[in-house]
Structure formats: C-alpha cells, structure tokens
C-alpha cells in the first residue's frame, strides 16, 4: 500500500507539473506583453528558464532586455523567478532548513512533499537569502518587540508494557528495566516583572513538548519548538534545568548562549543536603540554619552560604558528602543559583 501511495503521488505531481506550466507561462507572457521598456532598454530576444517548484521542472521563456549596461528579464522579478525555484519551493526549503540540518531538511522534502533537493542546494539558498535576514532581525530585537524566552527539559520513569521494555537495561536485580525514561519540555515567555521586580510568566505563553527518545533526539525537539516560537528574536534565552549532567549538555548543545539558571527546588535539595552534613538531620542548629539559607537562596545570596558552610566546624559525626561538594565544589552551582530581573 505504501508503494502504492507514493507512486500515485508521483504521477499525480506529474501530471500537476504538466499543467501548470502553460499556466506560469500565459502569466509570463501577459506580463512581457504589458511591460513598458524604459528609454534605454532595448529588446533583445526570448530566453529559457529552467525553475524547479513543487511538481518539478517549470521551462519558460522571457523577453530579455539590455540598457548598455546590464541585462535582464522584468518577468522574472514581477513573479519571483529570480531563484532558482519557485516562492512556494523556496518556503518551504527555508522551513525545512531552519528545523533540521541541511540534509534532514534534504530528506524531509522528499519524504513530506515528493521534491528531491539535495542539502547543498538548500545551503546555498540559504546563504543567499541570510545577509539580508540579518539586518531586520536586528532592526526586531533594538526596537523590545521580543520578550525573554524560558526553555525547561527533564526526565522521568514511566511504566511500560514488557514488549516495549525488551533489550533495555534497567535498575532491577537482573538488569532488566521496568520504565522507560519520558522527558518533557516546555517553552515560555516573560514580558514583564512584578512590584519586587520579580519574573512574571507571560499569561498562556507555554507550550509544551514531549518524547520517549533519548537525550539527543529530545535535545533538537526543544530546540525546534524554541524556535518556531521565535527563539532567533528573543532578546535573551534562558535555561532552566534540575543540575542533571545530561540536561545542562542538552542546553550547552541545543541552547548555546543561554543563561543556566537552577531550578529553586534543587537547589534547596542541595542546601537540606549540606545542613545535614553540618548539623545533623534534625538538630535545632540544622533547622535554623535551613530557614536562613533558604532565605539566602532566595536574595541571591549563594557566596554567603559558600562562605557560611565553610567556616562551620565539622563534628566526629558529620564528614562532608557529595551535597557540599557538588554545592562548593562545583563553579556552576554558583553561576546559576540566579534570578532575573
């Protein structure tokens, strides 16, 4: 059935493309028709065109005109044939190329819609078209018309049917696995800030997205979905994430030049971790100390707790683990321990 599909497709495109060229050309011709030559330019002849669009090669031909200094045919630039494909085409090409690599792009047009380019083509018009892209999107980003973006990702198990779970390993006695790891990302907007000048999330601005592939794959979904939500005019991008090595690759990746910001519930997790390492679990020293750092946390005040937990003596008891390290230890608990403003 699915050989069957694509070959009717083909021969409907076929016959689509047969049709439409008499078209394109009776426009061509009405045009060259009307057209009204300046003093200076004169008629020279009638020359082929070859345009690549939807249902294939388009053959046409023009009036050409010469001013004793450079030549041209009005047709092409009145129905933007100046390319080499046709403004449908070339949409598309531009769409396919700025969610995907050249080659994605290159395969994607091919599975979705019948039309072979091949992904140095796709390049090339893109590097055409790019310096003059440029200078708008500058022109968008000086005028404030694009609000700050706020990109999030994680992981969690999820329970599965044995036959999805066959030849993954897992945490059970044996190695096998009983989930499979769902990641969900989000993607929103902030436009403002309250009285204390504090974030506000721009209302009904997320949108949301989800997979059961790995961390590579889930990578380039977020970033896709950033940016069909205009990621390329947001005046800056930042990331949240829960401190997990795998997510703060898949921000440096997909993401580079975002803010790192992590997330006030981890970070809080980290800071119960170190008290307990200083104080105890349940001593009043530990207790009191949770509620002064995590006043801390909030006020952006992650030195003084650095500083703080470095001065505490450490009792027979209570040797340091890997929460202090990972809190003092590590340069990014530091840098991301941020809030906007």
């Known amino acids: 059935m699915l050989t069957f599909e694509l070959g009717f497709r083909d021969l409907v495109f076929q016959s689509a493309g047969k049709l439409l060229q008499p078209v394109v050309q009776a426009l061509v011709d009405q045009f060259d028709t009307s057209f009204q030559p300046g003093p200076r330019q004169r008629w020279v002849e009638r020359r082929h065109l070859e345009i690549t669009g939807l249902f294939g090669a388009i053959h046409l031909f023009r009036d050409y005109y010469w001013d004793g200094q450079r030549g041209h045919c009005p047709a092409d630039a009145a129905l ?15 769409r396919a190329a700025a969610k ?42 000086e005028q404030g ?72 794959e889930f990578g380039l979904l977020l970033r896709q979905e950033a940016q069909r939500r205009g990621m390329a005019k947001a005046t800056k991008v930042i990331f949240v994430g829960d401190g997990a090595a795998w997510v703060w690759e898949l921000a440096r990746v997909n993401f580079p030049g975002a803010i790192l910001i992590l997330d006030f519930y981890h970070a809080l997790q980290h800071v119960h971790g170190l008290v307990e390492a200083l104080c105890g679990k349940e001593s009043a020293e530990a207790k009191k100390r949770i509620q002064r750092w995590k006043g801390w946390l909030l006020k952006n005040k992650t030195a003084e707790i650095k500083t703080s937990a470095s001065r505490t003596p450490l009792g027979p008891r209570h040797r340091l683990g890997s929460e202090r390290n990972r809190l003092l230890g590590e340069q990014s608990a530091t840098n991301e321990l941020r809030h906007l403003s």
């Open 80 to 94: 933007a044939l100046e390319g080499a494909y046709t403004p449908a085409l070339s949409r598309m090409m531009y």
């Open 100 to 141: 995907n690599s050249y080659a994605e792009a290159s395969a994607d047009l091919f599975e979705y819609a019948g039309v072979k380019v091949c992904d140095r083509q796709i390049q090339r018009l893109v590097q055409a078209v790019a310096p003059a892209v440029e200078p708008w999107l500058r022109t968008v980003q």
């Open 145 to 216: 018309e694009v609000a700050l973006m706020y990109v999030s990702g994680d992981g969690t198990g999820v329970p599965m049917r044995k036959e999805e779970l066959e030849g993954r390993k897992g945490k059970q006695a044996d190695g096998s696995a009983k989930t499979r790891e769902a990641k969900l990302g989000c993607v929103f907007l902030q436009t403002e800030v309250d009285a204390e000048g504090h974030p506000v999330r721009k209302e009904a601005s997320t949108s949301y997205v989800g997979s059961l592939e790995g961390a590579l």
